[in-house]
């Protein structure tokens, strides 16, 4: 996930490509009514505006760029309103129904001014068995913001199931350690159903949470329990 040069990199591979390629470039567009990542509300409990540009080669290899509107970087003190993500890596199916996912992800928030910058490099890896993943992301860097809290790991497993008429099912339980700032650590739960219709898919989640999370006085929970729901189209 992050910034304008792995964009330029992404349109650029568009343009050079084999026409064969042309359905591997997709965008996505989305409204969320609110940004949960990891469990953590990243708007204040509000709605975002969320986008995103994915390339992936025949090969396996894959490349893209996501932004999304955010609000804890200005509630922390500093002065970014925006999350750019850019990441690539690559993923094969190693067996029947076992495919293999690693690859780098880099969080960007522009002009951030934090005493520790909240850009954070992770390497993660996932292995999906069936309707299965388990993944562990690794950062490289100190991790949003928390001082040396370089070589800090998340561990989640979610699993999707079609239910049947459209709609599919996630379950999906997930634990953060923060190293050298164990009392930031915490488990994050969900569970999501989701329906393509019209075009669209229409999602609704619901999130928890095993700690609080208050960012900057504004009085409010950002780990709370809570049900998020959002529309994604894909181009």
Same mark, same amino acid.
């Given at each position: 996930?992050? *910034?304008?040069?792995?964009?330029?990199?992404?349109?650029?591979?568009?343009?050079?490509?084999? *026409?064969?390629?042309?359905?591997?470039?997709?965008?996505?567009?989305?409204?969320?009514?609110?940004?949960?990542?990891?469990?953590?509300?990243? !708007?204040?409990?509000?709605?975002?505006?969320?986008?995103?540009?994915? &390339?992936?080669?025949? =090969?396996?290899?894959?490349?893209?760029?996501? $932004?999304?509107?955010? %609000?804890?970087?200005?509630?922390?003190? +500093?002065?970014?309103?925006?999350?750019?993500?850019?990441?690539?890596? &690559?993923?094969?199916?190693?067996?029947?129904?076992?495919?293999?996912?690693?690859?780098?992800?880099? #969080?960007?928030? *522009?002009?951030?001014?934090? $005493?520790?910058?909240?850009?954070?490099?992770?390497?993660?890896?996932?292995?999906?068995?069936? *309707?299965?993943?388990?993944?562990?992301?690794?950062?490289?860097?100190?991790?949003?913001?928390?001082?040396?809290?370089?070589?800090?790991?998340?561990? /989640?497993?979610?699993?999707?199931?079609?239910?049947? =008429?459209?709609?599919?099912? !996630?379950?999906?339980? +997930?634990?953060? %350690?923060?190293?050298?700032?164990? /009392?930031?650590? #915490?488990?994050?739960?969900?569970?999501?159903?989701?329906?393509?219709?019209?075009?669209?898919?229409?999602? $609704?989640?619901?999130?928890?949470?095993?700690?609080?999370? &208050?960012?900057?006085?504004? +009085?409010?929970?950002?780990?709370?329990?809570?049900?998020?729901?959002?529309?994604?189209?894909?181009?």
């Amino acid at each position: 996930m992050k *910034p304008i040069l792995a964009v330029i990199a992404v349109a650029t591979l568009a343009a050079t490509a084999a *026409p064969v390629w042309a359905d591997d470039l997709s965008y996505n567009l989305s409204v969320t009514s609110d940004y949960r990542y990891r469990g953590i509300s990243q !708007t204040r409990l509000k709605p975002a505006l969320q986008g995103g540009i994915d &390339y992936a080669h025949p =090969s396996g290899f894959y490349i893209g760029a996501w $932004a999304s509107t955010i %609000k804890w970087i200005k509630d922390s003190g +500093g002065d970014a309103d925006v999350e750019i993500d850019t990441y690539l890596g &690559y993923k094969t199916e190693v067996a029947k129904d076992v495919t293999v996912d690693v690859g780098f992800l880099r #969080y960007n928030y *522009p002009s951030n001014k934090l $005493a520790t910058s909240a850009n954070t490099n992770e390497l993660y890896g996932a292995v999906t068995v069936g *309707p299965a993943t388990l993944k562990y992301s690794h950062s490289v860097s100190n991790l949003f913001g928390f001082a040396d809290s370089k070589q800090s790991g998340y561990l /989640d497993l979610s699993a999707t199931f079609d239910v049947g =008429s459209g709609f599919t099912m !996630t379950p999906h339980i +997930g634990h953060q %350690k923060v190293k050298n700032n164990g /009392d930031f650590s #915490y488990t994050d739960y969900s569970l999501t159903v989701n329906k393509d219709w019209q075009g669209f898919t229409w999602g $609704a989640a619901f999130v928890a949470t095993s700690t609080d999370a &208050y960012i900057g006085g504004k +009085g409010k929970d950002l780990g709370k329990n809570g049900l998020v729901v959002s529309v994604k189209k894909v181009f």
